[in-house]
């Protein structure tokens, strides 16, 4: 079976939070709601009915229909409560809360494509993305000659969890830094990644030979799935669209 789980534990610094009305990232105002609200009607829109959410007591206040899990004072303890969301036979996406253009289409979409994975993360061209958001705080990196942008949103097989769930937390965070990522999946990786030839591939595999899992990078994946909101620029742009 298939469910969702979502982060929405993140707090701003002051001047986001008085920007916002908020210091709970997740609830920043949007489109008639808040950043949670959108993330929330997508994972639906694409036929998932079992949703969590990791949150504080503000999440829990906003949604009660929601099964909310009380949030960590850490983002790595977050993520192990998430990965825990659901029995561990159960298949996960995984989404962060601050993504105010996701779809349910995309999402679907998405799904799909990692039908033959146990791990996978999105991946947008730097044209489409850039063409989706002119004018967008940066957000494009680039790998072997491939320009990107990173996803917010995971699958993980049941049967992966466990693997995923030792390092969870750190390949997280690294996600949007190829030399961070490169420094947590091993030596040989960085010094690639220093001498400029570390390619999409090598972080696969090199995943699944430390997951012991299937990994993929979906390619070509909708701009959505990749806009996330990390700072106050960000949120004003998506506001503006």
């Known amino acids: 079976m298939l469910r969702a789980v979502v982060t929405a534990g993140g ?7 008085a920007a916002i009305g908020t210091p709970v ?15 929330l009607a997508a994972i639906s829109g694409a036929g998932i009915a079992d949703i969590a959410v990791v949150g504080g007591p503000e999440v829990e206040a906003h949604r009660r229909d929601l ?15 998430a990965l825990d969301a659901w029995p561990a036979e159960d298949d996960l996406l995984f989404a962060t809360s601050d993504l105010p253009f996701v779809a349910a289409g995309e ?33 494009v990196t680039e790998l072997g000659g491939e320009r990107v ?14 693997s995923v769930r030792a390092i969870a937390g750190r390949f997280f965070e690294a996600r949007k830094s190829a030399p961070g990522m490169a420094r947590l999946l091993g030596g040989k990786l960085l010094v690639r990644f220093l001498v400029r030839r570390l390619r999409i591939a090598d972080i696969e595999r090199r995943a699944e030979s430390v997951f012991g899992v299937r990994a993929a ?25």
């Open 11 to 17: 707090r701003v610094d002051e001047a986001f939070a």
């Open 25 to 39: 990232k997740a609830l920043a105002p949007f489109g008639g709601g808040v950043l949670l609200d959108a993330v």
């Open 67 to 81: 099964r909310v899990i009380p949030a960590a004072p850490g983002g790595e303890a977050n993520i192990a409560r």
């Open 107 to 139: 999402l679907t979409a998405f799904l799909a494509a990692s039908a033959d994975y146990d791990l996978t993360l999105p991946l947008a061209t730097a044209a489409a993305y850039q063409a989706a958001y002119p004018g967008a705080p940066p957000h």
């Open 149 to 162: 942008a990173n996803g917010s949103v995971f699958f993980i097989r049941g049967g992966a969890r466990a």
């Open 217 to 241: 990078a979906i390619r070509d994946t909708a701009p959505g799935l990749c806009y996330d909101v990390d700072t106050l620029e960000d949120y004003r742009y998506a506001c503006s669209r």
